[in-house]
């Protein structure tokens, strides 16, 4: 347990260190629109956020 919460608790000062990206189950028309994660559209991937915010995702 005291592991779980130590690291945690370095977490808050280290900043994020994942993102989630959303990522379309198929390609939509422009009208269509994403209805939320997990749903019909999209899901959500777990990536890391430094990349993310690099790549500017």
Do not use: H
Not at 12 to 19: I, K, S
């Amino acid at each position: 347990m005291f592991n779980i919460c130590s690291n945690v608790f370095v977490a808050l000062f280290v900043g994020p260190v994942c993102d989630v990206i959303t990522v379309a189950r198929r390609n939509l028309k422009a009208v269509e629109v994403l209805d939320g994660a997990d749903w019909f559209t999209c899901y959500g991937m777990i990536g890391n956020a430094g990349t993310c915010q690099n790549v500017k995702i």
